[in-house]
């Protein structure tokens, strides 16, 4: 039960990420930093379904979160966390089309390594 | 799309520009995470623990100020992230806003004098090495919806 929850953490806080992202690089960039730009952000997120989907994701991965939290200790969510940065990364390349080269892939690989020693 | 619109005279000013603005957004997004997490975390153990499942206790926690500053700070968390999303890659922003982690450990170190194990101070140096590392890419590799365009 443990584990299956850890996995269902880890796919939909990834497939969230991947949601928004997609939904929001379609939705165009926030060009500037006003108020007034994140008030029209958030009006055309009501009516984008991809990142209302990766809300959608992101809940579901609360929720589980919660439920982990219920029966086990903090430290069992955290190998979620890590595996979330390397599917995150390996989905950038291949579904959002990002340049994944050897420097990202340290960086995540070392950021998922990091977040396991640090839960020690 | 606003890039476009620009002579290419001016496309440098504009890229130092952009990239000026999305890093001041991954500064935002990652002291936010911070401060509504503590303050959340601050809050929630004031309350207690709640074991029930009505609605109502959930409703009591909010009326405490810590809770409530931190729920504020996070909404400004998540719209600071998804504007920073619109600007720059997933691959980019991950390991870069990872920082947060290593400010909430050296903060609990220096304020709340929490002990931090060698295991920790490897995963610190880890995630810096990494946010660096992501640093050095450009922050965005893909074409902008008006790019894409024939």
Known sequence: MKWLLVAIIAV??????????????????????????????????LRNPLVLGGFAALAVSFF????????????????????????????????????????????ATLV????????F | ????????????KFRQGHARKTQILVLVVIITNVLGNVSLSHGMHQVGRI?????????????NPWTALGICVLVVWILSDLALLSRADLSFVLPVTASAYVLVAIGGHFILHD?????????IAFITLGAILAEETPDR???????RAP
């Open chain 2, 51 to 63: 074991v029930s499942a009505s609605p109502l206790d959930y409703l009591r926690a909010f009326a």
């Open chain 2, 1 to 12: 799309m606003q890039a476009l619109s620009l002579k290419p005279a001016v496309g440098m």
């Open chain 2, 141 to 147: 590799t893909t074409k902008r919806p008006a790019e």
């Open chain 1, 64 to 107: 589980a979160l919660l439920s982990l939290l219920s029966i086990s200790s903090v430290s069992f969510a955290v190998p979620a966390t890590a595996i979330s940065y390397l599917l995150e990364t390996l989905l950038a390349k291949y579904i959002l089309g990002e340049d994944v080269r050897l420097r990202r892939w340290a960086a």
């Open chain 1, 12 to 45: 939909s806080n990834t497939l969230g990420d991947v949601l928004n992202t997609a939904g929001m690089k379609r939705q165009g960039e926030v060009e500037d930093l006003r108020p007034r730009s994140f008030a029209v952000m958030v009006k055309r997120i």
């Open chain 1, 112 to 119: 998922a390594i990091g977040v396991v020693m640090l839960s």
């Open chain 2, 115 to 123: 002990h931090i194990s060698w295991e920790r101070w490897t995963g």
